[in-house]
C-alpha cells in the first residue's frame, strides 16, 4: 500500500513539524506533538467551484426519517445500557479497567448475534486460540462467528467482508499503515477510530470497540475518541470484587441514566436483576459502624451498605482513607462531626468502604456516612433494619435530595422498617407513613440523637 506522507501537528497551537519533537518550538509545551497525514490539496473545477458535487439544503419537512433498527445483544442489562438494544450501523465504545471483562462481555455478544447475523471478532491482543479458549470456558459455540487475529487495519478491513457485526479488541491494539508512529498513540488511535467511523457509516456495519483507560480512569487516547463514537460504555467495579457495573457515558440513540449490573463468574458474565440486595452484609446490625443508604445510581435504586473502621492513631497525623467514596467528601464530613455534633476524631484513623465495588458519588450518602462514623466511635451497631440518607451541609444542616420518594419506596421493598431523611423531603413521602417509620430530620445532631438515643 502507498504510503501517504505525514506531519506533526501540535494539539495546542497547531504549529506543523515534518518530525516528531518532545517540545513544540511555538508554544513551547512539552509532548503535543501528534503525527496526522497530509491529505492532497482538493482539485477545483474551472471557475473555482469544488470537484466534490455541493449537498442541498432541505426544508425539516422534506427530509427523509431514518427509523433506528434496534437489535437485542443477547443480554437484557446490556440492552437497558445500550437504550433499548444495538443500533445498526453504530459504534459502541467499552471501556474500562484491565481485566474487567471487556472481551468476555463483547465474546458473549458477539456469539449471540451470531446465531442470525454474519459477525467478525477482530481480536489484535489475544490470538484465535485464546479467545476460543475463552469461549469454551464460557461455553459458547457459534460455527457463524468469525475470528480474526490482525493489528493492522488495512488488512483486517478486507476480512470486514459482508460482516454486519464487527468487534474490534482493542482500539489501542490495530495500527493504520497511513501513519508511522506505534499502535496505541493518540494519532493512531484517532486515526483507527475515523477510518472506522467512515467503515460504519458506508457500509452498515456495527462496530463493537474496546477501548483501554489510563490511570486516572479515563478512556487513552484523544477525546475524538468519545466524540466520534455513537455511544461510549464505562465498566467500573473493583478488581477483586465480582460484581461490576456498566455506566453509559454518552449515547447518540438512549438515555445516559441508565445502569447495568453484572456478575462475573468463571461461565461469563451476567447481568443480574436482583441487584438491589447485593451492596448489603450479613453482619448488619450486628457490627458497630455499618449503616445502609439507598442511592440512586443511573435510574436504579440500590441500598448500598457503608461501613466504617476506626483505630487509635499510632502516629501523629490521623490517616482518613475510603473505597467507593471521594476521600475528600469523608474529610469534610469528620470536620463536620467534629465541629457541629462534638464527636473527637482527631485522634482516630477513619477507613471507609463502600459495599461490593460500587462507587457512591451522591452527597445523599453523607448522612449514612456520618451516621456509621458515629456508630464506630461509640462502638454502637445501628439497627439491621433502619436506612440513612440525606445530604449534609458545612453547619450541619441536613439538605434535601432528589427522589426521595423513589429511595422510600425501595427501602420498603427491601424490608426496612425504619428510614431516616431530611425533613425537606418528608413531603413526598408522607403516602408511605403507616407502612413504613419515616424520622424527619434537620440537623446531622438530630440524626444521632435518633440512632443512639443513650
Ligand atoms: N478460568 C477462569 N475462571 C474464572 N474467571 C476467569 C477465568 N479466566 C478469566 N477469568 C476472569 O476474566 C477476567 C478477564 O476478563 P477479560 O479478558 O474479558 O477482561 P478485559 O477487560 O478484556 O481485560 P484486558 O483489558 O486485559 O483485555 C479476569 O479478571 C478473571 O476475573
Ligand atoms: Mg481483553
Partial sequence: MQKNSTRFVCNECGYASPKWLGRCPDCGKFNTLIEEVVSPPQTKKAGGMSAVSPSRALPLSQVKYEKYERVSSGDPELDVVL??????????????????????????VAAHLAKEHRVLYLSAEESCSQVKLRCERLGLTSDNLLLLNETCLEN?????????????????AVYTETLSSSAGSVGQVRECA???????????????????????????????????????????????????ILRAYKNRFGSVQEVGVFEMTERGIFGVNDYSSLFLSDSRGVAAGAVVTPSETGNRCMMVELQTLMAKTAYGLPRRMSLGVDPNRLIVLIAVLEKRCSIPLGTQDVYLNAMGGI???????????????????????????????????????????????????????????????????????????????????SYVTQMIKTLFPD
Avoid at 463493537?208 to 466524540?227: C, D, Q, S, Y
Fill in 83 to 108: 437504550g433499548g438494544g444495538i443500533v445498526r450501523g453504530s459504534l459502541v465504545l467499552v471501556g474500562g479497567d484491565p481485566g474487567v471483562g471487556k472481551s468476555t462481555l463483547l465474546t458473549e
Fill in 156 to 172: 483486517a478491513e478486507e476480512a470486514f467482508g459482508e460482516a454486519e457485526y464487527v468487534v474490534v479488541d482493542s482500539i489501542q
Fill in 194 to 244: 475515523s477510518k472506522l467511523m467512515r467503515i460504519a457509516k458506508s457500509r452498515g456495519i456495527t462496530f463493537f470497540i474496546i477501548g483501554h483507560v489510563t490511570k486516572e480512569g479515563t478512556l487513552a487516547g484523544p477525546k475524538v475518541l468519545e466524540h466520534i463514537m455513537d455511544a461510549v460504555l464505562y465498566f467500573e467495579g473493583e478488581r477483586t470484587e465480582n460484581f461490576k
Fill in 359 to 441: 462507587r457512591l458519588s451522591e452527597p445523599s450518602a453523607d448522612l449514612a456516612i456520618c451516621a456509621a462514623l458515629a456508630s464506630a466511635e461509640r462502638s454502637i451497631p445501628v439497627e439491621k433494619y433502619t436506612a440513612v440518607f440525606g445530604e449534609v451541609g458545612l453547619t450541619g444542616e441536613v439538605r434535601g435530595v432528589s427522589f426521595a420518594e423513589k429511595r422510600v419506596n425501595e427501602c420498603l421493598k427491601m424490608g426496612f422498617r425504619r428510614v431516616v431523611l431530611p425533613a425537606k423531603n418528608m413531603k413526598a413521602c408522607e403516602k408511605f407513613q403507616g407502612k413504613i417509620e419515616l424520622v424527619p430530620v
